[in-house]
C-alpha cells in the first residue's frame, strides 16, 4: 500500500497558520539583499512560517521566501519551495486487493451506470462507459495518474455482476 497521508491531516487552513504577503522591492534592492536578516527589520508581524512574494522593481526576478526565524530587528528567510534530491525514478505501488480477493481499482457493471471504475477509495471514479474496453481504458488512466500499476491478474477481476453486463458489452461492440 502505497504511503498517504492519514485523513485529520488537513485540519488547519493555512490562513490561520501563516500569513503571505507580498512586495515589489524598489530600485537599488538587490536579490542578495532580501537574504539579510536586516533587510526585514521594519516589519516585526512577520512571524515563523509567513510566505513572501518578492518582485524586483523591473521584475527582472520574482521569488517566494519563507520566514524560517525571527530574531530581533529582522528575519531569516530561504527560498521556496525547498525541495529534497531528486528522488529518481520512483517506484510504483501495485493496487492491492482486498479481503474478497478483488483489486481496489476495479471495473464493474451495473445496469444503472452501465460499465464504471471503482477508485483506490471505492468511490466511483466514472461511469456510463459503454463497452468494458472503454471502462478499462479508463481505469488505466487513472490508475497511471495516481503512480501505480494493476497486478498481473487484474482482468480476472472484471465479472459482471448479471447476464445483462455481458449482453450489454456485446451488443455495444457490435
Not at 20 to 30: A, I, R
Not at 98 to 111: H, L, P, S
Amino acid at each position: 500500500m502505497p504511503t498517504m497521508l492519514s485523513a485529520g491531516a488537513l485540519r488547519n487552513l493555512a490562513e490561520y497558520e501563516f500569513s503571505n504577503y507580498h512586495v515589489q522591492v524598489p530600485p537599488g534592492v538587490e536579490y542578495a539583499d532580501i537574504f539579510r536578516p536586516v533587510f526585514w527589520a521594519h516589519h516585526p508581524r512577520l512571524k515563523k512560517f509567513d510566505c513572501i512574494r518578492v518582485v524586483a522593481h523591473d521584475w527582472s526576478w520574482d521569488v517566494t521566501v519563507t520566514v524560517i526565524a525571527k530574531t530581533t530587528g529582522g528575519a531569516h528567510v530561504q527560498l521556496t519551495p525547498l525541495l529534497p534530491p531528486d528522488p529518481g525514478e520512483i517506484e510504483k505501488h501495485v493496487v492491492e486487493r482486498m479481503r474478497n480477493g478483488k483489486t481496489r481499482i476495479r471495473v464493474e457493471y451495473q445496469k444503472a451506470t452501465n460499465w464504471r471504475v471503482i477508485a483506490l477509495d471505492g468511490s466511483e471514479h466514472s461511469r456510463g462507459h459503454e463497452t468494458r474496453a472503454m471502462a478499462v481504458a479508463a481505469m488505466k488512466d487513472y490508475v497511471h495518474s495516481l503512480g501505480m500499476v494493476m497486478p498481473e491478474d487484474w482482468e480476472t477481476d472484471i465479472v459482471p455482476r448479471d447476464k445483462a453486463a455481458a449482453g450489454a458489452d456485446e451488443m455495444a461492440e457490435a
